[in-house]
Every structure is written in structure tokens, then in C-alpha cells.
């Protein structure tokens, strides 16, 4: 059974820091936060503390050496605690961050697998990852990339078989069926004309949308499209 569990929680995030800045950054003011109440409280208790010591001082001189250990004592034990608390804080985090910058970390590869043609393959998040929807969403742009691929190649083949036939009409004689079949070619290469311009134009009003988007923002925040955006 601890071989199990030491596999499953352990083995399988053996990179708990995918993105530092981020994972460091949120921890640290998550516990910065947590110690808040906790220093408040202990400001208030050294504050009682000291008053009632002075009043058994005042009524005991001869205690003052084992009062002033006894507060010693319990400011430490305080201290200690609240640092323990704090790095227990940091740390259940850090994990729970992973969660999220694991998960945009493995969404990042699947869309850069995506830039290079890999369509084939399904994002799958943990239980425990936040943000399921966007595997869905990377997911759903893969599989109609693999279609749209799929398309392209049955159109390739089947432009190679008219292709074929139209040079065996023309060795054979059949001037006819070769210039029907040239037909057909450029029937389907002006099919994949229109379907290349469409994709031309739907990322032109992309672009065009995002120009009136940043038109309000500051020129610093805005980040330019790059000149291949509108490749198809």
C-alpha cells in the first residue's frame, strides 16, 4: 500500500516546480497572509503578558527571574509554532499550485505538439488539475485539425488519381476524357482555394478585432501579431 501511494502522489509529480516565479510568488503571499492573524495574535499576547508579569513583579520581587524565563519560554514556543505553521503553509501551496501551472505547463506542450502538425493525441488532466474545460477546448482544436488534415489529404488523392487519368488520356488519345478530367481538377483546386481564403479571412477579423481591442489599452501592453498568424 506505500508503495502505491508513494508511486501514484510521488512518482507521478516528480517536477513540482514548473514555473517558479509564479509557484514561489503565490506561496509566499498565501503565507503572508496566513501569519497575519497568528502575529496579531501573538502582538496582543505579549502585550498581556507583559502587563500581568509587571503586576506579579511588582508584588513578588523575588519571582522576577522565573517570570521573565516562564515568558521567554512561551514567546519561543509561540515563534516556533507559527514558523512551523508558516512553512506548512508555503509548502501545501507550492503543491496546490501544481495543480494549475502543471497543467497550463502540459497545455503549452500539447499546443506547441499543434504548431508542428502533431494533431493525433488527447490532452487527459489528473483529478486533481484545475481548469478541465481548457482540455476540452485543446482537445476539440486537435481533433478538427486532424479532420481539416484528413480532408486536405483525401482532396491530395484524389487530385493525384485525376491527375493519373488525365495523363493516360492523353497517351492513349482521349482527348475528351482528359480535358474532363482536367476539369475536375481545377474544380477541386478551386474548392481548396475557397477553403484557404476562408481561413485567410476569418483570421484577418481575428486580427482586425484584436486591433480595436488594444486600440484602449497602453501601447506597452500590446503585443503584435506574428507575420504568419494568417497563414492557413
Given at each position: 500500500?506505500?508503495?502505491?501511494l508513494t508511486t501514484r502522489v510521488f512518482g507521478r509529480r ?80 507550492l503543491l496546490e499550485s501544481h495543480r494549475t501551472a502543471g ?104 486580427r482586425i478585432d484584436m486591433v480595436q481591442v488594444s486600440d ?17
Amino acid at each position: 500500500m506505500r508503495e502505491t501511494l508513494t508511486t501514484r502522489v510521488f512518482g507521478r509529480r516528480r517536477n513540482i516546480l514548473v514555473d517558479r516565479p509564479y509557484q514561489h510568488r503565490l506561496s509566499l503571499m498565501t503565507t503572508l497572509m496566513a501569519l497575519l492573524p497568528p502575529a496579531l495574535f501573538f502582538g496582543m499576547y505579549s502585550l498581556i503578558t507583559s502587563e500581568g508579569s509587571r503586576r506579579i513583579i511588582e508584588a513578588s520581587p523575588a519571582l522576577e527571574d522565573m517570570v521573565r524565563i516562564q515568558n521567554r519560554t512561551e514567546s519561543l514556543m509561540i515563534l516556533a509554532a507559527v514558523l512551523f505553521y508558516g512553512i506548512g503553509v508555503y509548502l501545501v501551496t507550492l503543491l496546490e499550485s501544481h495543480r494549475t501551472a502543471g497543467f497550463i505547463h502540459r497545455i503549452d506542450g500539447r499546443l506547441k505538439e499543434l504548431s508542428r502538425g502533431k494533431y493525433a493525441g488527447v490532452l487527459t488532466p489528473r483529478r486533481d488539475d484545475h481548469f478541465h474545460f481548457l482540455a476540452v477546448t485543446v482537445n476539440q482544436l486537435s481533433q478538427g485539425l486532424h479532420e481539416r488534415a484528413e480532408e486536405e489529404l483525401a482532396a491530395l488523392d484524389a487530385l493525384g488519381e485525376n491527375l493519373g487519368e488525365v495523363i493516360l488520356g492523353l497517351r492513349t488519345g482521349s482527348e475528351s476524357r482528359a480535358g474532363q478530367k482536367l476539369d475536375e481538377v481545377r474544380h477541386r483546386l478551386e474548392a481548396m482555394r475557397r477553403l484557404k481564403a476562408g481561413q485567410m479571412e476569418s483570421a484577418t477579423d481575428a486580427r482586425i478585432d484584436m486591433v480595436q481591442v488594444s486600440d484602449d489599452l497602453p501601447a506597452e501592453k500590446v503585443a503584435p501579431l506574428p507575420p504568419d498568424s494568417l497563414s492557413g
